[in-house]
């Protein structure tokens, strides 16, 4: 007699307040506890007892059933059985590996497989998948050729996809064939890699920025009547403008990078964080972003801050969900961004305006104030020069002028 259930193992508790949560194999007299994911109490809750149906709770359910059906077809399969080999069958089984080159099953298996990628950059891949799917119903890894790329990008730009749009998503794809290449080896050797010395190349292209001049700057920094005709909007446009001069004065952070902000993060006179873009991409060379708190930011802070929470801006919760995070990430950035348009149209500014401009903002006037590249790209928190001199040539459209002054 066999029984397999999902539990939360309460004996030895986890960083971050997690638990593992196992299979709860009872074969005989035996028990049995495999770890399957390290998740909060509360998490918990949300998925087994209360039986969220969001997406992601209803997926995470349905997986772990999956988890039990493998137990349950190991233990009728394993005669006589035995713990030791009945754990690593699981563990073989565990690793799905499709049974097909259809770039649409490799995607979903990468996704699935690889927990550590960001919510984001999963439906990313998976935007990617669905692009191919939807140019070459069935598209498999066979079909992947330089001459393939070359008309799917043609085609795209007639689309109206942007050159970065387009990199991204065969950067994307150049992961997927590599990784079924090299990493799981489901790739045939004689497939023809297309990327490459010879074959397509990705490009890395930086479009030019227009971005405010330093007046424009200013009026936004000095902007003191938020109304409209109807005398709306007054604390809503206020708060928009205040969280974009936050970004400013913080390095020119991201909105996310904000949000996660904790007072925890203070050290002295200093806020020390991680870039989200960056904790699990980069490898290699990760620094710290180091904001020093002067007094523009200090008195935002204030403002702004809500000391009731962990978080500075206090529009978190501990032990959020990444599903969460991004959910209320691009809610709140879409409803600043809105009034973000309305104070340029208000201010008369020749750039549309929203919360990634602080980040350019803040740059460019670095730059026009003589800071050293080097120094900037610190401040950016940017991998290397390189990525900072794409970055800051990006910025220069308004030199432009100053070099054709001299024609006559």
Same mark, same amino acid.
């Given at each position: 007699?066999?029984?397999?259930?999902?539990?939360?193992?309460?004996?030895?508790?986890?960083?971050?307040?997690?638990?593992?949560?196992?299979?709860?194999?009872?074969?005989?007299?035996?028990?049995?506890?495999?770890?399957?994911?390290?998740?909060?109490?509360?998490?918990?809750?949300?998925?087994?007892?209360?039986?969220?149906?969001?997406?992601?709770?209803?997926?995470?359910?349905? #997986?772990?059933?999956?988890?039990?059906?493998?137990?349950?077809?190991?233990?009728?399969?394993?005669?006589?059985?035995?713990?030791?080999?009945?754990?690593?069958?699981?563990?073989?089984?565990?690793?799905?590996?499709?049974?097909?080159?259809?770039?649409?099953?490799?995607?979903?298996?990468?996704c699935t497989q690889n927990e550590d990628i960001k919510l984001? $950059?999963?439906?990313?891949?998976?935007? #990617?998948?669905?692009?191919?799917?939807?140019?070459?119903?069935g598209i498999s890894v066979g079909d992947i050729t330089v001459?393939?790329?070359?008309? &799917?990008e043609k085609q795209k730009k007639r689309d109206g996809w942007?050159?970065?749009?387009?990199?991204?998503?065969?950067?994307?794809?150049?992961?997927?064939?590599?990784?079924?290449?090299?990493?799981?080896?489901?790739?045939?050797?004689?497939?023809?890699?297309?990327?490459?010395?010879?074959?397509?190349?990705?490009?890395?292209?930086?479009?030019? @920025?227009?971005?405010?001049?330093?007046?424009?700057?200013?009026?936004?920094?000095?902007?003191?009547?938020?109304?409209?005709?109807?005398?709306?909007?007054?604390?809503?446009?206020?708060?928009?403008?205040?969280?974009?001069?936050?970004?400013?004065?913080?390095?020119?952070?991201? &909105?996310?990078?904000?949000?996660?902000?904790?007072?925890?993060?203070?050290?002295?006179?200093?806020?020390? &964080? #991680?870039?989200?873009?960056?904790?699990?991409?980069?490898?290699?060379?990760?620094?710290?972003?180091?904001?020093?708190?002067?007094?523009?930011?200090?008195?935002?802070?204030?403002?702004?801050?809500?000391?009731?929470?962990?978080?500075?801006?206090?529009?978190? @919760?501990?032990?959020?969900?990444?599903? #969460?995070?991004?959910?209320?990430?691009? @809610?709140?950035?879409?409803?600043?961004?809105?009034?973000?348009?309305?104070?340029?149209?208000?201010?008369?500014?020749?750039?549309?305006?929203?919360?990634?401009?602080?980040?350019?903002?803040?740059?460019? $006037?670095?730059?026009?104030?003589?800071?050293?590249?080097?120094?900037?790209?610190?401040?950016?928190?940017?991998?290397?020069?390189?990525?900072?001199?794409?970055?800051?040539?990006?910025?220069?459209?308004?030199?432009?002028?100053?070099?054709?002054?001299?024609?006559?």
């Open positions: 007699m066999a029984t397999f259930s999902i539990k939360l193992d309460k004996r030895t508790k986890l960083k971050n307040d997690k638990y593992n949560l196992v299979v709860h194999a009872g074969i005989g007299s035996d028990v049995i506890y495999i770890n399957v994911a390290k998740i909060t109490i509360s998490q918990y809750e949300k998925v087994f007892v209360k039986k969220s149906l969001d997406n992601s709770s209803r997926e995470f359910r349905e #997986t772990c059933n999956g988890y039990i059906s493998k137990c349950e077809r190991i233990y009728d399969e394993l005669k006589p059985f035995n713990k030791v080999r009945f754990r690593e069958l699981f563990r073989e089984t565990d690793r799905k590996i499709p049974h097909s080159l259809r770039l649409k099953d490799l995607f979903d298996t990468y984001k $950059t999963r439906n990313h891949f998976r935007g #990617t998948a669905n692009a191919l799917e939807t140019y070459r119903p001459d393939f790329l070359k008309r &799917f942007s050159q970065p749009t387009l990199d991204s998503h065969f950067r994307n794809l150049r992961r997927i064939i590599n990784y079924f290449t090299s990493e799981v080896k489901l790739i045939p050797k004689q497939y023809e890699y297309p990327f490459g010395k010879g074959g397509y190349s990705i490009s890395s292209f930086f479009p030019n @920025k227009i971005v405010l001049k330093e007046h424009g700057i200013k009026s936004i920094i000095n902007m003191t009547d938020f109304t409209n005709e109807k005398q709306e909007y007054v604390k809503e446009l206020e708060y928009a403008r205040d969280i974009f001069l936050l970004l400013y004065y913080f390095n020119g952070a991201n &909105f996310a990078d904000a949000l996660r902000a904790r007072w925890d993060q203070i050290q002295g006179d200093y806020i020390i &964080f #991680t870039r989200k873009k960056t904790e699990t991409t980069r490898k290699n060379n990760k620094k710290d972003i180091v904001v020093p708190i002067t007094p523009k930011l200090q008195k935002l802070i204030n403002k702004l801050g809500d000391r009731e929470s962990p978080f500075i801006l206090g529009l978190l @919760k501990e032990g959020y969900e990444e599903t #969460t995070f991004e959910n209320k990430n691009h @809610k709140i950035k879409q409803q600043i961004n809105r009034n973000l348009s309305i104070i340029a149209q208000k201010l008369n500014l020749p750039v549309p305006l929203n919360l990634s401009k602080a980040r350019d903002c803040y740059a460019t $006037t670095l730059m026009r104030n003589g800071e050293s590249r080097d120094n900037i790209g610190q401040m950016l928190g940017h991998s290397n020069s390189i990525v900072t001199e794409h970055y800051l040539g990006s910025l220069d459209a308004e030199k432009t002028f100053a070099i054709n002054s001299s024609l006559l």
